[in-house]
């Protein structure tokens, strides 16, 4: 049999390149919240906080996995062309990748894109192609990929089955290895917002796959589709998308698995900006919108459970900093016109969080 060594040899120094990244990272923190008002009666809080990645967010942990992927079944050569649709963490993160591995990397986003989103994919060497509107990236970077010979990475499709699920430090194992020493080692609940269902799919599966008795919570922002997927199992139902970058989809992404989720939430977005300010009060540092949604989840699965004297923790991920999003979520006027009034919203947080400690 014929063996390409000059293409295994490229292949084998890709994916040590990326082992070698690996190892240079630090798990990332999980970061307890001081909340009184809930650990008082048994309840605690965690943030796994992944913000703290060389690319600034969760995605760094898939964009890794998609390329080993992608690698190991042969679907990347020496000079390929990667392509994403993605026009948020995913394409920055896969442009860090593509860049350690001296690759091309195309990011297919609406035009209506962000320039400071823009900027961050093009700071590791990626190229941004526009279309008009968001729902025409999936033909879009297929067809650019067919033209350049080169690997549509494919996020929505992937992102479920990249992730060995089972171990090998993937983000479920590494939040109870973390929690080991803590009061409620076992979580009762875990939240985990989905944009392509890879990261809720991996803590799902390895729940079941470790017997554990936690649940798996996605609370998904409103105009998403996947909470009416999840109650009716459709997956032809489209809708608007949705208004809280980096989660929630305007269809059904092959990725998400409703068969491992226990409960989802509609969090409506003035909720999720509102969670969103009053969690970086708290934590003294900026989060990004999507946090703020998962923040909302945890809120309200602890309210339920001080209303039933249960005790237990309550764990979810700190998806990416705020920063990134001072044009944007962080901006009052943008807010504004874009989210609408967040008055009540802050009202309910604000609330939520005081009546728990009487």
């Known amino acids: 049999m014929h063996v390409n060594q000059g293409a295994n040899s490229w292949t084998d120094k890709a994916i040590s390149r990326i082992e070698a990244d690996y190892q240079r990272s630090a798990d990332t923190h ?87 989103k823009v900027a961050q994919i093009e700071f590791y060497g990626g190229r941004c192609h526009f279309v008009d509107t968001a729902s025409q990236v999936y033909a879009q970077a297929k067809q650019l990929a067919d033209q350049c010979q080169g690997h549509y990475m494919d996020q929505f499709t992937y992102a479920e089955r990249a992730t060995d699920w089972r171990g090998n430090n993937n983000i479920a194992q590494s939040m109870f290895q973390q929690m080991q020493q803590e009061r409620h080692p076992v979580p009762r609940w875990i939240v985990a917002a989905a944009g392509t269902g890879g990261t809720s799919a991996t803590i799902g599966r390895y729940i079941r796959y470790s017997r554990h008795a936690t649940r798996l919570l996605v609370p998904d922002p409103a105009g998403s589709v996947f909470s009416d997927y999840f109650a009716s199992g459709d997956a032809a139902i489209c809708g608007p998308g949705s208004r809280i970058e980096g989660i929630g989809r305007p269809r059904v992404e092959p990725s998400f698995i409703r068969t491992l989720v226990d409960r989802m939430l509609v969090v409506e977005d003035s909720y999720s900006i509102a969670a969103m300010r009053s969690l970086s009060v708290l934590l003294g540092r900026k989060v990004g919108p999507s946090t703020g949604t998962n923040f909302m989840g945890m809120l309200t699965l602890a309210l339920e459970m001080r209303e039933r004297g249960e005790s237990g923790s309550i764990l979810s991920l700190l998806c990416d900093a705020g920063e990134r999003y001072l044009p944007t979520y962080y901006d009052e006027q943008w807010v504004a016109q874009t989210i609408g009034d967040c008055t009540d919203a802050a009202q309910w947080v604000r609330a939520a969080m005081s009546q728990a400690s009487t």
Request: proline share 6%; with cysteine.
């Open 30 to 116: 999980l970061i307890p919240l001081n909340l009184p008002m809930f650990s008082d009666r048994g309840i605690d809080l965690y943030l796994k906080d992944e913000s703290t990645h060389p690319t600034g967010s969760l995605k760094h942990r898939l964009a890794r996995s998609l390329f080993l992927y992608a690698l190991c079944n042969g679907w990347i050569r020496e000079g390929s062309t990667i392509v994403e649709a993605s026009s948020g963490s995913t394409a920055v993160s896969e442009a860090y990748f593509a860049r350690l591995l001296g690759l091309p990397f195309i990011a297919v986003m609406a035009k209506s894109t962000s320039p400071e």
